[in-house]
């Protein structure tokens, strides 16, 4: 499986990433800061899973989850934000989960 992970703050994308990159079932991630970016890399590059910060620059992490669903009508859409208010928004776009930061990789 493909991945990719959008999240305005660097740090918090490396830790994603990172988390990411330690799941078996994940053949490739992808991080980017820019949604845009984002959104023409999955386009080229079609995904099994996102995962998104609802806050980003330009276009937010829900409407970016709209986008990516026209190139990746199958994939698979995981919230990792701090910002609890836009939960119900998130379930619009048939997030498959919504997790409030700090996310580690402690089970």
């Known amino acids: 499986m493909k991945a990719v992970c959008v ?8 830790l994603t990433v990172s988390l990411c990159e330690q799941l078996p079932q994940l053949a490739a991630v992808q991080g980017f800061t820019d949604p845009n970016r984002a959104l023409a890399w999955a386009a080229a590059h079609p995904v099994e899973l996102v995962v998104l910060e609802t806050e980003l620059p330009e276009l937010s992490g829900i409407e970016l989850a709209r986008r990516l669903r026209q190139a990746c009508p199958d994939m698979a859409v995981l919230f990792v934000t701090e910002h609890p208010q836009h939960a119900l ?3 619009s776009v048939h997030a498959a989960g919504y997790l409030l930061k700090p996310v580690t990789g402690a089970a």
Do not use: G, T
Not at 7 to 14: C, I, M
């Open 7 to 14: 999240d305005a703050a660097p740090e918090s994308l490396a």
């Open 89 to 91: 928004e998130a379930f």
